[in-house]
């Protein structure tokens, strides 16, 4: 006690990096639950950037522990990547543990991400090609690798045998792809798991014990609600379940050692890879937003698509999570636009309105944003730490986003660094 969870409300990329970052200050427990190194997560302090992926980003505190729950899928030569890239910053690894039950992305998962993507044609979902739907898909097939068997030779041997030789089946009679050479993945994986051999602990009952000691966690999401497989904008998700409830399955907690839920926007929307975006700005504002605010994928380097707040988007979120409060990050991107818009239901082709995010894609389809308008600020407020000395334009634009979401904001981000925050 206590336990907060931190999630994404929009496509991702909404800096939870830096609030999980700042909360991680006051945390003994960091916990990550699902997805993969499809995440990016940026960390900036005092000038020094961290670009996390799978590795929670609590590791920058030395004393934390770091947790990586069994919802998690794990690429183990990415992973010993970041663990270098850290240790050669100075940065320790020693307090990092990864559950047995977590599941390992092989050589033939990005593959696969890879040709099943071109196969789509035009339809593709723009996948970061990490190989995580393809992992998640073993998984619930029943024929994944788990990190308990990385670290068992004998296990990971017989494992490779059997699902790489089905593997090497659909690549190469599926797709007309090239088959991978088992006895080198295998000799390949096995001084992966001798390097992660050390790490691997019962998530589930680190973070059992921490709780019941009175220690206070904090668990770590990744992308993000309109990304979830159920409550996403399916197909153009994620093969995860990024949502608060995510948590619990992911890391091997039940849902009542929950505390509080935190989630993160940006005070505009972004997004990466293909799919519905009501309230995309095709134009110049879009560029500028996409400029000013560095849009760009921190896993992938892609330009990130740019548009309003779109709060029928947040208001589904505030419901699907339980959220108790929001963080509105990058505030201080929109200086210097004339007249903001906040979306603030949708108009649907029949002439009605809206303000719940429609079910599913179908019915999306046609949906037209209704805007409301703000007048826009010029003041430089990167250094704006308290609500007070925000100009008023701002907060204007900030207590009808609280109406129109229906969920108090505490938290205002106004520039990348970890001391660039409003707290209320
Ligand atoms: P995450 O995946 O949600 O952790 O977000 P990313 O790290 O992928 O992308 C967020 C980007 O915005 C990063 O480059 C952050 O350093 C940056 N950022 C976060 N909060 C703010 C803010 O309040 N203002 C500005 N200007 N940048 C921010
Ligand atoms: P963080 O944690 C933004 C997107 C991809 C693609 C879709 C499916 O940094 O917010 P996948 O590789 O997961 O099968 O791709 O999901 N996506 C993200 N977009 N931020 C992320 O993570 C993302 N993780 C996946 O761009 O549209
Ligand atoms: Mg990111």
């Known amino acids: 006690m206590p336990a907060n969870i931190v999630v994404g409300t929009q496509w991702g990329d909404e800096g939870k990096g830096k609030i999980i970052d700042i909360i991680s200050s006051r945390a003994d427990v960091v916990v990550r639950s699902q997805g993969g190194n499809n995440a990016g997560h940026t960390v900036v302090n005092n000038g020094e950037v961290y670009k996390l992926h799978l590795i929670p980003s609590g590791i920058l505190y030395k ?3 770091c947790l990586i729950g069994a919802g998690v899928v794990l690429d183990p030569k990415d992973f010993i990547g970041e663990l270098d ?4 910053r100075g940065i320790s690894t020693k307090n ?8 390992v992305v092989m050589p033939w998962h990005i593959t696969l991400d890879g040709l099943s993507e071109a196969f789509r044609g035009g339809k593709d979902i723009g996948t970061t090609k990490r190989g995580i739907g393809p992992t998640y898909m073993d998984k619930y097939e029943r024929c994944g690798i788990r990190v308990y068997d990385l670290v068992h030779p004998d296990v990971l041997a017989e494992k490779i045998q059997t699902t790489g030789k089905l593997k090497n089946k659909i690549i190469t009679e599926v797709y007309g792809g090239n088959a991978f050479d088992l ?3 295998t000799a390949e994986y096995t001084e992966y798991g ?4 050390s790490y691997v602990d019962d998530v589930s009952v680190l973070t059992f014990e921490a709780d019941k000691s009175g220690k206070t966690i904090m668990f770590e999401g990744a992308q993000a609600t309109l990304l979830d497989i159920d409550f996403g904008t399916y197909p153009y998700v994620t093969s995860s379940h990024p949502l608060s409830a995510g948590v619990c399955i992911g890391s ?3 849902p009542k050692m929950i505390t509080n839920i935190i989630g993160v926007a940006k005070a505009y929307t972004t997004r990466v890879g293909k799919g519905p975006f009501p309230t995309e700005l095709d134009d110049e504002t879009g560029d500028k937003i996409r400029n000013v605010g560095g849009e760009f994928g921190t896993t992938t380097g892609r330009p990130r698509r740019t548009g309003w707040f779109d709060a029928v988007i947040v208001r589904h979120s505030v419901r699907v999570n339980g959220l108790d409060s929001l963080a509105i990050n990058k505030l201080d991107t929109l200086a210097n636009i004339d007249t903001l ?3 603030v239901a949708y108009k649907k082709p029949d002439g009605s309105v809206t303000e719940h995010f429609p079910a599913v894609l179908e019915e999306l389809d046609g949906c037209e944003p209704v805007y409301e308008e703000f007048e826009g600020f010029t003041e430089d407020i990167s250094q704006c730490r308290n609500f007070d000395e925000l100009p008023k334009n701002c907060k204007k634009y900030i207590t009808r986003l609280e109406e129109l979401v229906g969920c108090k904001v505490s938290m205002i981000g106004v520039g990348p660094d970890r001391s660039q925050i409003i707290e209320r």
């Open 194 to 197: 001798k390097r992660l051999a």
């Open 183 to 185: 006895d080198a993945v």
């Open 96 to 103: 990092l543990k990864i559950d047995p039950r977590a599941h």
């Open 341 to 343: 818009k906040i979306c």
């Open 252 to 254: 091997g907690v039940g």
């Open 63 to 65: 004393d934390t522990l």
């Open 85 to 88: 890239n850290l240790e050669s």
